[in-house]
């Protein structure tokens, strides 16, 4: 099955980019139409959001954020087969890489940290190919084991490495940026029982990793925010790259708040290519929801 998923990929990352993208939005408004669960949780993450609060202008952003979703789907083709130098060509501008070159020039190791919004694979591949050392992504195995090789495959190639959402791979982080080198975490990913804590995501509780501002707040390291914008009609990509609002305090809650609005921020710039049908405020086996927390209280 590895060998088989791995040939569509190199397939489809070398169609034209307009076209990937064209069937990338197909692939996304069928599925809306196809699966009730992954339209309802877009509908309602979208709804509950509140960017769009004019009932009139909803629908159609549910759409279109089902056709972006689709879009980020196929486009994974790109960055998981196409070369760092082909991948590089198609980011047509970034703006902020005078704050990686004032890290790099102080010796600092990097945290970049995207959320779930744009491509964030190909701005992360970009990257890493402007970088003088090697970037480290941590992820989640997929739930599907044969696609796992293909994924490492694709994100384990030049400068770019990997490491597990576990004790292990965060071990494998600190010590990249103790090197002076740099790292990539999703924000919005919940993560496991411990290893977050509940702050406020759009006005409800979402289950917040605290690895983010923990790491953060290691001596030499310098935390950058990025965003690998989807330009229209198949014109490329733009790169957004941007400092901490506010220097995270050691408070774990005061943290995750903090760290989710900056990711708000973010995904109000660009509201439909978030990836609003991800179930960002599912709880966690063996974590207790805040409202039993209140009740017990």
């Keep these: 099955m590895s060998k088989l998923v791995h040939l569509l990929l190199s397939f489809l990352a070398h169609l034209p980019l307009s076209w990937l993208q064209g069937l990338g939005a197909v692939l996304g408004r069928l599925t809306y139409h196809a699966s009730p669960r992954f339209a309802k949780r877009l509908r309602e993450n979208l709804s509950s959001s509140k960017i769009f609060e004019n009932y009139q202008v909803l629908p159609q952003q549910v759409k279109q954020s089902a056709a972006e979703t689709g879009k980020g789907a196929l486009e994974l083709a790109i960055a998981w087969c196409r070369s760092p130098e082909d991948i590089a060509a198609m980011v047509k501008d970034c703006d902020g890489w005078e704050h990686v070159e004032s890290a790099l020039a102080q010796g600092n190791g990097i945290i970049f940290v995207t959320p779930h919004l744009g491509s964030y694979d190909i701005a992360g591949r970009y990257i890493s190919s402007r970088l003088p050392f090697p970037l480290t992504a941590m992820y989640r195995p997929p739930k599907l ?7 490492q495959a694709g994100r384990a190639r030049g400068k770019g490495k990997t490491a597990p959402a576990t004790g292990a791979g965060v071990r494998v982080l600190m010590k990249a940026l103790k090197s002076g080198e740099a790292t990539i975490i999703l924000p919005d990913q919940v993560p496991g029982n411990g290893e977050g804590v509940w702050a406020p995501f759009f006005g ?14 290691m001596q030499g390291v310098t935390t950058l925010f990025f965003v690998g914008e989807r330009l229209p009609r198949g014109q490329g990509f733009k790169v957004h790259i941007e400092p901490l609002s506010q220097p995270f305090s050691g408070d774990k809650e005061l943290d995750c708040a903090s760290l989710n609005r900056q990711v708000e921020n973010l995904i109000r710039r660009f509201p439909s290519q978030y990836l609003w049908s991800y179930n960002r405020y599912k709880c966690p086996a063996g974590v207790t929801r805040p409202e039993a927390i209140e009740g017990h209280a």
């Design 145 to 151: 084991e044969w696609l796992e090789p293909v994924m």
């Design 204 to 217: 409800q509780p979402a289950y917040t990793m605290t690895l983010a501002p923990r790491l953060a707040q």
